[in-house]
T-cell receptor
Framework: TQLLEQSPQFLSIQEGENLTVYCNSSSVFSSLQWYRQEPGEGPVLLVTVVTGGEVKKLKRLTFQFGDARKDSSLHITAAQPGDTGLYLCAGTYSGAGSYQLTFGKGTKLSVIP | NAGVTQTPKFQVLKTGQSMTLQCAQDMNHEYMSWYRQDPGMGLRLIHYSVGAGITDQGEVPNGYNVSRSTTEDFPLRLLSAAPSQTSVYFC?????????????FGPGTRLTVL
């Protein structure tokens, strides 16, 4: 079983602040995804990264994939209350079952107005 | 497109009772899966299927059965519910053809076992 470490587990910040969430594995990812989940709903895909060093931007969210494809980060600039939610990273690994996603435990973000 | 639908949304069972959580998708996806989500544990894979007639175990399969008789439906059965199965259950689907990497989740079923 692959282990995927996500940090921090909880984050409470003021509106307008910046923040970064981290996702790390001891194994090389084939691909890595970031999801956002709101209370009472299922996770929704934000982005998929597959190439080492890749950077993707989604409005105020910046996603980075490490050069060695063992880590990723999500940076939010000028956080807003609407960013509040649970952020999950999930990775796939090469080999049998390479389409299976292994999830981190999530980062619960609260943005205070 | 309805996407991924799950029923029921809420369920309370007594220990030892059985039930089936329903999941359906209308996107003709080959891959379907069931996860459970517990506080501080993220999502853990219970069972998955890569097509009709094919199922396999995930990380936490004990106490659960699945079947995949059609592409659209992937029910999850609890044969004898236990309090440890109190959780939120999510069904998900994705296509496996090249370039498809988006996994779509249903809205979840919140199960309480007394």
């Amino acid at each position: 079983t692959q282990l995927l470490e996500q940090s921090p587990q909880f984050l409470s910040i003021q509106e307008g602040e910046n923040l970064t969430v981290y996702c790390n594995s001891s194994s090389v990812f084939s691909s890595l995804q970031w999801y956002r989940q709101e209370p009472g709903e299922g996770p929704v895909l934000l982005v998929t990264v597959v190439t080492g060093g890749e950077v993707k931007k989604l409005k105020r969210l910046t996603f980075q994939f490490g050069d060695a494809r063992k880590d990723s980060s999500l940076h939010i600039t000028a956080a807003q209350p609407g960013d509040t939610g649970l952020y999950l990273c999930a990775g796939t690994y090469s080999g049998a079952g390479s389409y299976q996603l292994t999830f981190g435990k999530g980062t619960k973000l609260s943005v205070i107005p | 497109n309805a996407g991924v639908t799950q029923t029921p949304k809420f369920q309370v069972l007594k220990t030892g009772q059985s039930m089936t959580l329903q999941c359906a998708q209308d996107m003709n996806h080959e891959y379907m899966s069931w996860y459970r989500q517990d506080p501080g544990m993220g999502l853990r894979l219970i069972h998955y299927s890569v097509g009709a007639g094919i199922t396999d175990q995930g990380e936490v399969p004990n106490g659960y059965n699945v079947s995949r008789s059609t592409t659209e439906d992937f029910p999850l059965r609890l044969l004898s519910a236990a309090p440890s199965q109190t959780s939120v259950y999510f069904c998900a689907s994705r296509g496996l053809a090249g370039g498809q990497n988006t996994q779509y989740f249903g809205p979840g079923t919140r199960l309480t076992v007394l």
